[in-house]
């Protein structure tokens, strides 16, 4: 009755399954700065607007919520490079551009416009002295490795292209590690000449 007199309405109840994935994404973002032993999950939980115990109703542990946010990074890249093989069309790319450039290109983008995934991508292998997320992010750099080989070969096959030798794909993983720490140290190059570099090392 009281409602009805004031027009105040009912609060709705957000699923679970909603919770949960708002859980995920803040996790991603808390995670990413304090790492998986320097993060409170008071602090996420806050972050969504829940209580600390609801949020162990929904994962059993803090390194299940870190290892659900692990994933969704990985998750994120395996999209854009799905998305990027599915639309790459050579007469159109830029001369000299592949599929794996393409793909190359659009993880720079991601660096820029998701840079709390990436920190978390760097926090998981910190992580890695725990065994269970180390098998955990093991599995899943694996599966990132494997689905861009299959993607690359795929597109290529469509356009009557040579498929990537594993050369290749070896060279683009290590050029992502590479732009993954000079995106965490908010520099564009690594090289031993680069200006920053130098004038750093000469100090």
Known sequence: MASATTGTRPRQRVPASERRDALIEAAVHEFALGG??????????????????YVF????????????????????????FTRVAAEFDPDIAAEDEDVLRAMGHSYVELLHSHRDYLMLQHQSF??????????????????????????????AQRHGEPEPTSDRVDEFFRHGMWLNVAA?????????????VRAEGDK
């Open 36 to 53: 998986l032993h320097g993060t409170p999950v008071d602090r996420i939980a806050r972050r969504v607007g829940v209580a600390q115990p």
């Open 57 to 80: 109703s929904l994962f059993a542990s803090k390194k299940e919520l870190f290892l659900a946010a692990v994933e969704r990074g990985f998750d994120l890249v395996k999209g854009t």
């Open 126 to 155: 910190a992580a890695c002295n725990d065994p269970e997320i180390r098998d955990r992010v093991r599995a899943l750099y694996a599966g990132l490795v494997t689905h861009v080989e299959r993607i690359a070969a795929e597109a």
């Open 184 to 196: 965490a140290m908010g520099v564009e190059d690594l090289s031993a000449g680069c200006e920053w």
